[in-house]
DNA sequence: TTGCTCCTCACGTCACGTGAGGTGGC
DNA sequence: TTGCTCCTCACGTCACGTGAGGTGGC
């Protein structure tokens, strides 16, 4: 059983530079339980983080960023793969094969949604940048014309 | 002189619904000076909107929604479009030749700046894309294993 | 011991959302 | 005249920002 897992832990100060984002927007996500960091805290106590949590948080920023979803949406989808998570326990407890194939089953949709959006907001960028590519252009040929005759049309 | 413009004019309640925002976005963009509706306004008369400044609305719904900047920067930005609008005024009075190049000059780069920006996100797009693809491929390939043997490796 | 980063309230802010109460054009 | 959309306050909310005051590990 290879653990190739980075086995070393971060503050959230480091985990907040590495993303450009504040502690306060880390504990945020946790009050809303987005994120969590790794095993029990007492109250006071520092927050650790590993290579899974820090994965978690980017992808809810990227949600968050790229897709601008609302945390509240953001919440949903946690939530829908939270019942993905507990299936994954039963998963360990007794790992029968048609529950495996339940659990993927259910993953696919929700990753095939957000691949969706993605290519949606690819689409909209695209179009975006013709429109300024255009802009451009039409500075390009207005400087063209004054260059070439000063009386030229307006 | 040839007029292209549509002629019609529209009402706050169109325009949102046009844009999917509400009316109160538009009113709050211009209590911030992104925007402006057309003509003088008595107060508590209703505000409309034309073809331009359509447009602009749309630009900034672009920068806010696409590249993410806050209406901070935006109206940053827009006041460095500002000192251009103020000089093509000044180009409308005297269509020197020289301003008129200067005026170029100085939008060329805001717009490139913008496409700068919009080539970024197409690259951060299109990595969290491939991210999502490798989970889907990852998705699949166990399931293939657990369709191939029951007892396959965890 | 001294900084440093962290902690927990808790109030402030940005970008609007959401009524309340009223006016105006087809 | 009756709806409808619009208007102006003005307070609420979401997603954090920003101190205040304090604790804890190298």
Redesign the interface.
């Known amino acids: ?1 290879a653990m190739t897992a980075d086995p070393r832990s971060y503050r959230i100060g480091e985990v907040a530079e590495r993303f450009g984002v504040t502690a306060r927007t880390i504990r945020y996500y946790e009050e809303l339980g987005l994120i969590a960091s790794v095993g029990e805290r007492r109250k006071g106590a520092r927050r650790l983080y590993d290579e899974t949590s820090i994965d978690r948080l980017q992808h809810v920023l ?1 949600l968050r ?2 897709l ?1 979803l609302s945390l509240d949406a953001i919440v949903a989808l946690a939530e829908a793969e939270e019942s993905h998570a507990a299936l994954r326990e039963t998963w360990r407890a007794d ?1 029968s ?1 048609s529950d ?2 339940r659990i ?1 089953d259910e ?2 949709p929700l ?2 949604r ?2 969706e959006l ?2 949606e ?2 689409l ?3 179009r ?2 013709r429109e ?2 255009d ?2 252009r039409a ?1 390009e040929e ?2 063209a014309e ?2 070439g005759g ?1 009386g030229a049309p ?1």
């Open positions: 059983m990227q960023d790229l601008g790992p094969c495996r194939l993927l993953a696919t990753v095939e957000q691949l993605v290519r907001r690819q909209i960028l695209s975006f940048a300024l590519r802009t451009l500075i207005r400087r004054l260059e000063p307006q």
